[in-house]
């Protein structure tokens, strides 16, 4: 490919300063835009912050006709169009928002070649009325916006995203670039299989986040270690707390708030103007930190977001990699923290045994939940582990910038742990046919009395008080890797522990189970020496 500084790229440089204000091409961008408005079709996977709008919006403004955007974030096409249109620059959209004559102006804006970019929501074309417009037309490019929504095993997946690949169909001459910042081999295959996208030219750019810090703590007191946190390194920093569930949010924001620190809820189960209300206090305002499910974050650009935390662990290290990519946008010091524990894993083990779909779909939630569970557990640098997963290097000397990197963790030998606790759990099943969930199982190693070891008489069991060597918060730390590493596994609704295939090596004394050693105290404060 022949791609110097021939006109295509002065008038993209040309666009840039003029309408845009910026003075040069970020990574990427050039090539990506220069082949673009060349006429190729391109696949684009970088991170969040990466500036990806550009090199759609760029090839719109330079090839004639209107460039259509494919987003499907309806909620923020409204300030998209508004900041377009604060440049200068003749830009729409068309959604189940408007009425019917705020449509038909964009329509005819639209037929009358009047707009250089038009954003519609994937749904949108699967209307034959939407189709039909936009043949009239003349279109410049196509801009597949959040182009993993395409992938069936991904977390946001739109069924109205597999009906793209028809634009390729309808308008073979029309250049098409699909965009993401999701860059698993297996997301980036199926964007270019599904799109119908096989002589596109991809463009994979660096994903790392130098600026943030990543560090996973062990979950104690998650409310108070949140605090803690904030206060020690991020008072008066604006940011996002993702918790799992509503009603943790409604809590965590509460307790923030009752603790002086300004903080609002976010989640589906909110009306739209709550909603709107508290997502626009966050772009606006200094210092908001929003507590939220994750159905808050994409999309929202706000460059100076200091922190993520997480109180619950996410689904997948693409979620993961999502989330606390919203956070140094401007590239200064920010911190990735999140809080993990035991129940983490219990839960998320049971939410797949008991959530929709098939067999194979668990397989590929339980693969997602495994890679997580590793990134938590690692003893290796974070950063790296990150971007091993999505295939890309790292520097093997560790990134200086993690919290296994700043303070590495000891590991110690944990097979004579873990045997203790896996010969709890057969005996118990041996001998009494019964399973218990990890609290019993503690209680059992510690020798503890309690009513319900009382009940069932599991102060007869040969295990019983074998484990006085280790604290509660210890074997609790114990189970918690053996359920990562795959030697115990979590069954039914009351998250009661099995074992696995690979548990007999271990009870044989055939392997060695190394494991992390908890921190006694979460780690030393030091996110701002970074950058
Ligand atoms: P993404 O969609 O990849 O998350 P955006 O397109 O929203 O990223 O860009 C992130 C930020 O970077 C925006 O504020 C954007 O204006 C800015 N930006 C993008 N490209 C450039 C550039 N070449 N020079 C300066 N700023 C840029
Ligand atoms: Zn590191």
Redesign the pocket.
């Known amino acids: 490919v022949t791609e110097g500084p021939g006109t295509a790229g002065s008038e993209a440089l040309a666009t ?1 300063h003029r309408v ?1 204000g ?5 990574g990427e ?1 050039q090539a990506i835009i220069e082949h673009v408005v060349a006429g190729g079709d391109a696949v684009v996977l ?10 759609y919006q760029i090839p719109a403004l330079v090839r004639p006709g209107t460039g259509v955007v494919i987003s499907p974030l309806i909620a923020l096409m409204q300030d998209q169009v508004d900041a377009l249109r604060a440049l200068g620059v003749r830009a729409g959209f068309i959604n189940s928002t408007q009425d019917f004559d705020e449509r038909r102006v964009m329509e005819a804006e639209f037929l009358a070649g009047e707009l250089d970019l038009l954003y519609l929501a994937p749904e949108r074309l699967r209307l034959d009325a939407t189709l039909d417009l936009l043949s009239r037309g003349k279109i410049s490019v196509f801009a597949i ?1 959040e182009a993993h929504c395409v992938s069936q095993w991904g977390h946001d997946f739109r069924p109205d995203y597999l009906a793209l690949s028809l634009l390729g169909e309808r308008w073979p001459d029309v250049p098409r670039i699909a ?1 993401t ?1 999701t860059a698993t081999r297996a997301t980036h295959q199926e964007i270019t299989q599904r799109l119908h996208l096989p002589t596109a030219r991809h463009f994979v750019a660096s994903f790392d986040r130098p600026n943030i810090q990543y560090r996973i703590v062990p979950k104690a007191d998650p409310r108070k270690q949140l605090l803690a946190f904030l206060r020690e390194e991020h008072a008066g920093d604006a940011g996002i707390v993702y918790c799992l569930s509503r009603n943790s949010v409604e809590r965590t924001a509460e307790f923030l708030t009752a603790n002086g620190i300004a903080a609002v809820p976010y989640h589906a189960g909110l009306d739209a103007a709550t909603r709107a209300a508290h997502q626009s206090r966050f772009l606006r305002e200094d210092g908001l930190v929003v507590v939220a499910t994750i159905a808050f974050g994409m ?1 929202i ?1 706000k ?1 100076d977001v200091r922190f993520v935390a997480h109180l619950d662990l996410p689904k997948s290290i693409e979620g993961y990699y999502q989330e606390t990519g919203r956070a140094g ?1 401007d590239g200064l010091p920010s911190t990735a923290w999140m809080a993990y524990g035991l129940n983490d894993v219990i839960q998320q083990r049971k939410l797949i045994q008991s959530g929709e779909g098939d067999e194979a779909f668990r397989r590929r939630a339980a693969a997602h939940l495994d890679a997580m569970l590793a990134l938590c557990e690692t003893a290796q640098c974070r950063r790296g582990q990150l971007l091993a997963y999505f295939g890309q290097d790292a520097d093997a000397a560790g990134c200086g910038n993690c919290d296994t990197c700043l303070t590495p963790p000891e590991t110690w030998d944990g097979t004579i742990a873990a045997q203790k606790v896996l010969s709890t759990v057969v005996r118990l099943q041996r001998e009494r046919g019964q399973k218990f969930g990890a609290m019993q199982i503690v209680d059992i190693l510690l020798g503890k009395r309690t009513a319900k070891v009382i009940q069932f008489d599991h102060d007869q069991l040969s295990v019983f008080g074998i484990g006085q060597d280790l604290g509660e918060g210890e074997w609790r730390g114990v189970i918690r890797q053996l359920l990562a590493q795959g030697l115990l596994a979590v069954e039914g609704e009351y998250g009661t522990l099995v074992l696995t295939e690979a548990s007999g090596s271990v009870l044989r004394r055939e392997r060695e189970v190394p494991l992390r050693k908890e921190p006694k105290k979460p780690t030393a404060s030091r996110s701002r020496s970074a950058g």
Do not use: N
């Not at 970088?46 to 090199?55: D, F, H, I, Q, Y």
């Open positions: 840039l845009f910026y003075d040069a091409f970020r961008q970088m991170p969040t912050g990466g500036g990806k709008s550009l090199c916006d965009l910042a999309g650009d460059p946008r």
